[in-house]
């Protein structure tokens, strides 16, 4: 069982940074990759970036030069560094890990945290 919570969300004005944080706890040796998703109103939840145990990322077109992902395993927390937000950027944001601790795979979610970036 991993857990995860998430922090850092709020209210942002057009152009301005967050830094979103995810803390993992429980079976957190078995965790292969953490991400972020988000989820706008009337939209499906999409991915916005990706880190694997290994360090290699994966970022949504639509962040692409602006968001940064990261992690430190020293503290079990991966951090989204939000840059340059835009309007297109609010929706509640979710931490995601993937964990495989045998031939099976599994998913944990965060809570979710509210970003809105006003225009």
């Known amino acids: 069982q991993v857990q995860l919570v998430e922090s850092g969300g709020g209210l942002a004005q057009a152009g301005g940074s967050l830094r979103l944080s995810c803390a993992a706890s429980g079976s957190i040796f078995s965790i292969n990759a953490m991400g972020w998703y988000r989820q706008a109103p009337g939209k499906q939840r999409e991915l916005v970036a990706r880190i694997t145990s290994g360090g290699s990322t994966n970022y949504a077109d639509s962040v692409k030069g602006r968001f940064t992902i990261s992690r430190d395993n020293a503290k079990n927390t991966v951090y989204l560094q939000m840059n340059s937000l835009k309007p297109e950027d609010t929706a509640v944001y979710y931490c995601?890990?993937?964990?495989?601790?045998?031939?099976?795979?599994?998913?944990?979610w965060g809570q979710g945290t509210q970003v809105t970036v006003s225009s």
């Open positions: 995601n890990a993937e964990s495989s601790p045998s031939e099976l795979r599994y998913n944990f």
